[in-house]
């Protein structure tokens, strides 16, 4: 970890591969009149809208939209399965077939409303914003999103399959996120904040109705997307099920990595966003990019990185730049040598999401070794991408 002191609050940056546009929105970060104590950077950190993905930052009272991010709640669910390899392998494509089938993917939703497999809509907030959603989010509930969202079967080190789900709160988290930003960009511009608009990084008073309003709306999408990862989840152990009927599963664990906290630390009551981090307390899950393999870890509360770690590789190159220098067929073909299925309608775009185009995942745990300690490392053997 270093330390780049000549803000307002200090930056402290884990990891070695963390470029210049990124260290400028930390900067601003650091220099807003609000934020507490200082910023910190993960090792998978990388350009955002505002804030950058892999930061975090603690506020007095205030919270920014975009330092949650757009997809809100977005995180991860992983489990031990307790099948053997061995045995997974000769029916592999037939389970992520029916995996496919399933969950709908990208801008696909179920057909049908799901409101009735789950007691999230039995109290949505109040919050009109949110609201004119719902109708949408009860026929995306339990659906996977596209880019970097995935559903994955892996190997650990004992040949024992394990599966991974990643999938965020869908077009209801991101129409709660573009609502509350234009507010407070509205407010801030009538009170006169200081904060320069084109930071992208207006805020709301907690404690004030609209600021309440969007804490409401955020934790809720944070329900959605958890119970979105649980759904798939099912469907996945479903297909399992029905291939290995005796062997039952590990309970899961489950974390989010897009989201604003109350929390104490350093004295203070303080708002901690987590922009693409993960809240480094017990089990958390680092996974990979698509063909890469990802981890389970214990997390370490590092008070210097507000107890966090990374949620992942982190982006090496935009989608449009992988588009351009990653030939489809090379990925491909590098996938298959791998072992890896692939599992996607649409392969136009498959270089968004080639290990290429992502930081190498060994070198962000080994930056990150004082925020997170490997446990299980996992091998992909077959995804389900939008």
């Not at 000549?6 to 070695?16: A, N, Y």
């Not at 608009?197 to 004030?208: M, Q, V």
């Not at 922009?275 to 890469?292: E, I, N």
């Not at 996992?378 to 389900?384: A, D, E, K, Q, Y």
């Amino acid at each position: 970890m270093r330390t780049i002191d000549t803000e307002q609050l200090p930056i402290l940056v884990w990891g070695e591969a963390i470029d210049e546009a990124t260290l400028a929105q930390a900067r601003n970060l650091a220099n807003l009149p609000f934020a507490f104590h200082h910023v910190a950077l993960m090792p998978d950190a990388h350009v955002g809208y505002g804030m950058p993905i892999g930061g975090v930052f603690a506020a007095l009272g205030r919270v920014v939209p975009h330092a949650v991010g757009l997809d809100i709640g977005c995180g991860v669910r992983g489990w031990r399965t307790n099948i053997p390899v061995t045995e997974l392998l000769p029916v592999r494509d037939a389970v992520l077939g029916e995996v496919q089938r399933a969950v709908p993917q990208g801008f696909d939703w179920h057909s049908a409303s799901q409101a009735g497999r789950t007691d999230l809509f039995d109290d949505v907030p109040d919050v009109p914003a949110l609201r004119a959603e719902t109708a949408k989010a009860q026929r995306q509930l339990g659906s996977l999103g596209g880019g970097n969202h995935f559903i994955e079967l892996q190997a650990d080190p004992t040949g024992i399959v394990w599966a991974m789900v990643h999938t965020g709160s869908r077009n209801v988290g991101k129409q709660v996120a573009e609502h509350f930003d234009r507010v407070a960009r509205d407010l801030n511009h009538r009170d006169g904040s200081p904060v320069p608009l084109e930071w992208g990084l207006a805020s709301l008073d907690c404690d004030g109705e609209i600021g309440r309003d969007y804490l409401a709306a955020m934790t809720w999408c944070m329900r959605f997307a958890f119970e979105s990862r649980r759904l798939i989840a099912q469907a996945v152990q479903d297909a399992l099920d029905t291939r290995f009927r005796d062997v039952r599963p590990e309970p899961p664990v489950d974390v989010h990595h897009n989201y604003a906290s109350v929390e104490y630390h350093f004295g203070e009551k303080v708002v901690v966003h987590r922009k693409g981090a993960v809240h480094a307390r017990g089990t958390v899950l680092v996974p990979g990019s698509m063909g890469s393999v990802s981890y389970v870890g214990e997390g370490c509360a590092l008070p210097e990185a507000f107890e966090s770690c990374s949620h992942g590789a982190g982006r090496a190159m935009g989608r449009k730049a992988a588009m351009r220098s990653l030939p489809r067929q090379a990925v491909l073909a590098e996938l298959e040598d791998l072992g890896v299925a692939l599992f996607k309608h649409d392969r136009h775009d498959v270089a968004e999401e080639a290990p290429e185009a992502y930081k190498d995942i060994d070198d962000v745990m080994r930056w990150q070794s004082d925020l997170v300690k490997p446990l299980v490392r996992l091998r992909p053997l077959g995804v389900v991408k939008g």
